[in-house]
């Protein structure tokens, strides 16, 4: 896997743990301020309903407890006090001064009711009515207040109600008041914009729903009061309960003096759902987040790592292959960085220098040898025909130029033949090289001696006259001719000579000296001829 896909999964991996742990971070926090602020709001609601039904129902029941203590009330139900008009007028008092109550009234145990502007229904008998019932049960006390529906308008109430006794204790009837539940309901059971499903109930210590939206609802038992009773006499708190399968955020006030609890509660779909989507919001950006950074960090590391990592890759392609040796060090700007990647580009680069030095050294070398090889005789080590015609054309051009002169020797070594065929080959090799060694020895560094051919070969002698030649020549001739080669028999040379004339060229001196060896192959061999190019 190259370099750069490394780097972008190891930044894949290092973005996703950044977007799981700082998600996790941002969805814990979200989760937990969301619900507490959902928390707080669902307290207020019920707080708010609990003061407006303690507003509510606390001057009803002073009204109630106020009656009950009067003898007057008591005593309306006496055979010889049969005057109601003062009753009925304090109810009327009572009533206007407080519009919440809609009945206020006194029930004796001879079944006679005291009421304004109500006429009951055709064998009514108070005694039985649940209001009744309630204030005798709860006496002396006052009765914690009941719902019922009035018998003939069906419409619901609540009822606070207390028993009215005599001295002796004995019971004498009930006073009353009736509150509507409707009343209550249009406060604290309005909608809430921020919770539709958000709902206020009142229930008595039996867990029976006194207050409620639904109507019908009113006086059944609340679907979690197992589940809340238990904690209502702690005061106030909060819990998930389930009714009627779904899950809702309770959140609850007992009221003492009552023995009511108020009940406030969303369905807690409806307040995880935007906690949710504001978690899924954050993550969302934080992945946006990641992701751009991670981006900008590849980009980054791209450019500053993997870019020129990948031009080294290629300087260090080019130099095994050896296109680097063309370029010098200023044609790559990696080894100017100034971190780990131009450390190694300059320690490429000095490798390079240092083989390039070496190359160009062996280069160097294997020129020369190849110019030496291409210049000298392989057997005798002196020069060859090629080498020894560019020795003339300078020795020609420079005499021409200069009007000097020189002399070329060429000479031939006799029967030759018959030493190669008498004693092989590889012994006429040893003659002609030990032969070559000597004349070399003979001549001056500045004399130029070549193998021109097989057996034959040319000496230039520049700066030298005919007469100089000569001498030179007859000591070469007289040396050759003692030495004693590895043949038995002497071994002799023929020698043509001939000097350089401002009016002969250099072909021409040439067949000269080519004839004058002839003449001294005719003449008898082991001598030497002369002459110029005529
Ligand atoms: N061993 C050996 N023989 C060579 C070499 N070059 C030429 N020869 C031989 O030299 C001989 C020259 O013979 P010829 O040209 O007939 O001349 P010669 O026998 O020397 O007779 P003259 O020159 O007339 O005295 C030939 O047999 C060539 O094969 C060489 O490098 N090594």
Request: hydrophobic content about 45%.
């Amino acid at each position: 896997m190259s370099l750069q896909k490394t780097l972008f999964g190891k930044l894949l991996l290092l973005t996703l743990a950044m977007v799981i742990l700082l998600g996790s971070l941002v969805s814990v926090v979200l989760y937990h301020s969301g619900l507490d602020s959902a928390q707080a709001v669902i307290r207020n609601k019920n707080l708010a309903a609990a003061h407006h039904i303690r507003g509510y129902v606390q001057p009803l029941r002073s009204v109630v407890q106020y009656l009950a203590a009067k003898d007057f009330v008591r005593e309306a139900m006496d055979t010889d006090y049969r005057d109601e008009s003062r009753l009925l007028e304090l109810f009327r008092v009572l009533q206007d001064a407080n519009p919440t109550i809609h009945f206020i009234f006194a029930a004796y145990e001879d079944g006679r009711l005291v009421i304004n502007d109500y006429v009951p229904p055709p064998g009514f008998d108070p005694r039985v009515r649940p209001w009744y019932e309630a204030g005798v049960r709860a006496g002396p006390a006052l009765s914690g207040g009941i719902p019922y529906r009035e018998i003939k308008s069906d419409e619901w109430l609540v009822s606070f109600s207390q028993v009215l006794l005599d001295e002796d204790g004995g019971l004498r009837g009930v006073v009353a008041i009736d509150a509507l539940v409707d009343a209550v309901m249009e406060v604290i059971g309005a909608r809430d914009p921020s919770f539709t499903t958000a709902r206020n109930l009142v229930l008595d210590h039996e867990g029976r729903i006194l207050f409620h939206a639904q109507d019908g609802l009113i006086g059944t038992r609340f679907a979690g009061w197992d589940s809340l009773a238990p904690m209502v006499g702690e005061g106030s708190g909060q819990r998930f309960l389930e009714v009627d399968q779904r899950t809702w955020m309770v959140q609850f006030i007992h009221e003492e003096p009552l023995n009511w609890t108020v009940v406030t509660m969303v369905e807690k779909r409806e307040v995880l759902l935007p906690i949710m989507w504001r978690i899924l919001q954050s993550v969302a950006v934080v992945l946006c987040i990641a992701l751009l950074l991670s981006a900008f960090m590849a980009r980054n590391l791209s450019a500053h790592i993997v870019g020129p990592l990948r031009l080294l890759e290629q300087r260090v392609r080019d130099v095994v292959d050896g296109k680097a040796l063309g370029q010098t060090r200023k044609s790559v700007p990696l080894a100017e960085l100034k971190n780990e990647i131009g450390t190694i580009s300059q320690a490429i680069e000095a490798v390079t220098e240092h083989a390039l030095y070496h190359k160009n050294q062996e280069l160097q070398r294997n020129n020369a040898l190849l110019e030496r090889l291409s210049q000298t005789d392989s057997m005798t080590g002196l020069m060859n025909r090629r080498k020894m015609n560019e020795q003339l054309e300078q020795e020609y051009s420079r005499v021409c130029r200069y009007q000097g002169t020189f002399v070329l020797m060429l000479f031939d070594i006799d029967h030759f033949k018959q030493i190669n065929d008498t004693h092989g080959h590889h012994v006429g090799d040893l003659v002609i090289q030990e032969l070559a060694a000597l004349v070399r020895g003979m001549v001056r560094a500045t004399d130029s001696v070549a193998r021109w051919g097989g057996e034959e070969f040319l000496i230039l002698f520049p700066e030298t006259d005919q007469a100089a030649a000569m001498v030179i020549a007859e000591k070469i001739r007289a040396a050759i001719a003692a030495h004693r080669f590895p043949v038995p028999r002497p071994v002799t040379v023929s020698i043509g000579i001939c000097q350089h004339r401002p009016d002969t060229n250099l072909q021409e001196l040439l067949i000269a000296a080519d004839k004058r060896l002839y003449q001294a192959k005719s003449g008898g061999r082991n001598r030497i001829c002369v002459g110029d190019s005529e």
